[in-house]
């Protein structure tokens, strides 16, 4: 069977890799673009064929430092010398607890043990059994839409898009109750229609906690819904949810996997909301492009007993050490402080967009973390899936790698270390790319 290009064929070298991933690769992967990535710097990636694009899609929001850091390079080889794995369930080494000490300066002071591990879906894991272990209770709840993983644990509380849940169940005890998403809500409108919206979303989750009949371990939320299409919920929102957890003797479990490691300003987003989570699931960012996930909360809570919860490769040594160097050099060159001055300056531009083009339906996000929503028409407010998909090809054409989120986002999530030059650049290539989609 032919395979099919995405958005346009791309150069000769990239079409005789892609024709020979097709031949050994899983099927499941969704491939945004024909890009076949042969090195990067900073916030540019190169393809094989030598097209130069700058990036906007961060790796998933992983390369918060920029691809190819010097800080990590030299740390993970410098590791590489003494040791690459210790089985860090089994035995001890330094560098794992270093790391631990080091990343706990950063976060609340409650919490202060950590479980590690290797990718958002497993930090996300090992919260979701320290929740049901701590409180000897069952249920979960989540969100619609929401992204919290892939294996089983994380995908029962996942709800984002039919694909990722067809066939998978039946699923761990997991209710879903709406996600506040203010741009579409779907509660009667009328005066003071925004804090209405806000206390039909509470009133909702209220009902769904309720359902659990006195058997809800916990909440698991993401201060921005990523996958869902980075959407922003409101401050009272958040503050209601910490207060109903509080109320119900529930655990706040905080997603922070793409949206923490300074990614809104703020190491962690919830610290936006003014908010106080039981238990933190980082990744992503935090290990500067090498696996790393990392589970904390308060020792009262993380109360497991030995073997209740392991894994082979949790505390690897060379992950540790690129999560070292990771950390400091988003402490040395304010990476949150740049976060907040360039997403400012992103969100300015792409609200003059929103009022210039009627496929531009909203702009919200806070940092680098920002969605751009795209419709037919503002008045219908109907979702525009074959605008979107123009907009990301021509994007990509004139050398902007973006990706989707939800039915019809862009999420622009930058590595943290761009400058305002390269940020109008991309805005430019953006807004080129949607007036010739309209």
Request: glycine letters at 10%; hydrophobic letters at 35%.
């Amino acid at each position: 069977m032919a395979i099919k290009f995405v958005c346009s064929k791309p150069g000769k070298k990239s079409v005789k890799i892609i024709r020979r991933d097709d031949r050994v690769m899983s099927p499941s992967f969704t491939r945004e673009y024909s890009f076949v990535f042969k090195r990067a710097r900073g916030c540019y990636i190169w393809d094989v064929d030598g097209r130069r694009h700058l990036d906007f899609a961060a790796g998933i929001a992983v390369m918060g430092i920029g691809h190819s850091n010097p800080a990590v390079g030299r740390a993970v080889k410098d590791q590489l010398k003494m040791g690459t794995h210790v089985g860090f369930s089994d035995f001890y080494a330094e560098l794992p607890v270093e790391f631990v000490e080091y990343a706990m300066k950063f976060l609340p002071k409650h919490l202060d043990t950590a479980f590690l591990s290797n990718s958002g879906t497993e930090s996300v894991e090992a919260a979701y059994k320290m929740a049901r272990w701590h409180t000897k209770k069952k249920w979960a709840v989540a969100f619609k839409p929401s992204f919290h993983g892939r294996t089983m644990g994380s995908l029962s509380m996942t709800n984002s898009r039919p694909v990722q849940r067809d066939r998978f169940g039946p699923f761990l005890p997991v209710k879903h109750s709406p996600y506040p998403y203010c741009y579409r809500c779907p509660f009667e409108k009328g005066d003071h229609e925004h804090h209405k919206c806000t206390n039909n979303y509470l009133s909702e989750l209220r009902k769904t906690m309720l359902e659990c009949r006195g058997d809800l371990a916990a909440i698991f939320f993401e201060p921005i819904s990523g996958e869902g299409g980075y959407i922003v919920p409101p401050k009272d929102f958040v503050r209601g949810m910490r207060e109903l957890c509080d109320e119900h003797g529930v655990l706040l479990c905080d997603d922070e996997v793409q949206s923490g490691c300074y990614r809104t300003g703020k190491f962690l987003a919830i610290e936006n909301f003014g908010v106080k989570p039981d238990v933190v699931s980082l990744s992503k960012a935090i290990g500067g492009g090498v696996p790393l996930g990392l589970t904390v909360a308060n020792r009262k809570t993380m109360d497991w007993v030995p073997g209740s919860h392991a894994n082979t490769f949790g505390g690897n040594l060379l992950a540790c050490a690129a999560g070292m160097a990771t950390l400091k050099f988003m402490k040395e060159k304010r990476l949150g402080e740049n976060a907040q001055k360039i997403g400012g300056y992103i969100m300015k531009r792409l609200e003059r967009t929103k009022r210039d083009y009627d496929i531009v339906g909203d702009v919200r996000g806070m940092g680098l973390m920002i969605g751009l929503e795209i419709v037919s028409d503002k008045a219908s407010k109907r979702h525009g899936e074959s605008e979107r998909s123009n907009i990301l090809c021509k994007a990509s054409e004139k050398g902007l790698l973006l990706l989707p989120a939800g039915r019809s986002a862009i999420r622009i999530c930058p590595p943290l270390v761009i400058n305002k030059s390269q940020a109008k650049t991309g805005i430019d290539i953006l807004e080129d790319a949607i007036s010739e989609s309209c």
